[in-house]
């Protein structure tokens, strides 16, 4: 057996150094590019899908409820990080969207970690489209259960799986607005698949939440799954709601179930009070103007045919997320700093961030965004495309 090396202090992470020089190599080195309070650039890499990050009603609860409530919840939500806003929050989520119960998470990630952890186990199977995201793939690391994550877009691949396991229990874990392309999980279909088979159903509707459904109830809403008890809906506060946050949306009992057991729950120092009461704003408001959702899409879909008229190799969305292929890492790279340069903010996502390998640009539509706004960001992307962009 050989005797491991013993290295003085100053050296035990030179095997960082080793890791980032391969990432350099292959194009994967990624910056923090801090941005100032008022940007001049246009922006369509971020999540803000329905313009109310910056809206007055939703500015100004958050910073009511700071000076009512403090800066911070001080502590989880079993201790003292439980408000009113809290509560008042998962009562008008859980009403706005059909279910019987929700519950608050600090962010949308934890809320994933807890759905899928407190809902599987060692006695279960889970069933999991490969591209789903990050935060669902930690909490099937974490689950204990048997795990099979299988083509995208691919029920039958899921049906396969869920028929040949091994454990009692079955959990489908998907997306329903994919991260990377946009594109809408067969929802309908997969209930149709779960119930054929006993399984439950999880679906992260962060992207489809505030836009999907009638007035932005959501994916799930859309696919006549609001309130079925065998599926449960993650979602996040940070996107549509233009505030902070996650939340879990589902029958009363597995509620119930997460605040019992839900670790990224039970130890999480608590949502801000702030965050809460922005939250609950932004949802107010979308009550308000149903036709928010609308126009997002139209927004999306206007954008993405521009640039896929332009030549560009563009997905074709079916919410607000839109992927431009790039010829690689490094170009993508490039290619998302030229089009910075003449104002346009764009995201670029490469690999691991991509489980299919392909480096792009990822662009968001808001409902704010004007047709000039439209017509600029397709003159400077088009403009800028590397060679090799174009279909």
Known sequence: MTTPPTLPPDEVFDWLDTEAEKRANAGLVRQLRPRPAKADELDLAGNDYLGLA??????????????????????????TGSTELHTELELELARFCGVQAALVFS?????????????SGSESAIVTDKYIHASLIEGCRLSRADVA?????????????????RKPR???????????????????????????????????????????GDGGRGA???????????????LTLSKSLGAQ??????????????????????FDTALAPASAAAALAALHALKEEPGLAEKVLENAGNLAMSLQAAGLKVSLPDAAVISVQAPSAETAVAW??????????V???????????????????????????????????????????TA
């Open 347 to 389: 995201g670029c996502f490469r690999p691991p961030s991509v489980p299919d390998g392909i480096s792009r640009l990822r662009l968001t539509a808001r409902a704010d965004l004007t047709e000039s706004d439209v017509d600029r960001a397709v003159k400077v992307i088009t403009a800028t495309a590397p060679r090799g962009a």
């Open 245 to 266: 946050g996650g939340a879990v949306l589902g029958p009363r009992r597995v509620i119930k179930h997460l605040i019992d057991t839900a670790r990224s729950f039970i």
């Open 149 to 165: 994550a299988v083509a995208h877009a691919t029920p039958s691949a899921i049906k396969n799986a869920l028929a040949t396991r």
């Open 107 to 119: 962010s949308g990630f934890t809320a994933n970690l807890g759905a899928v952890t407190a809902l």
């Open 170 to 212: 079955a959990l489908v874990v998907t997306d329903s607005v994919f991260s990377v392309d946009g594109d809408l999980a067969p929802l309908g279909e997969l209930a149709g698949i779960c119930r054929e088979h006993g399984a439950a159903m999880v679906v992260d509707d962060a992207h489809g939440f505030g836009i999907l």
């Open 220 to 234: 799930v809403h859309a696919a006549g799954l609001a309130g079925a008890p065998d599926v449960v809906t993650t």
């Open 336 to 345: 998302a700093a030229a089009c910075a340069e003449q104002g346009i903010r």
């Open 54 to 79: 910056r809206d007055k009603r939703v500015a100004g609860a958050s910073a009511a409820a700071a000076l009512r409530w403090g800066a911070g919840s001080t502590g989880s939500r079993l201790v």
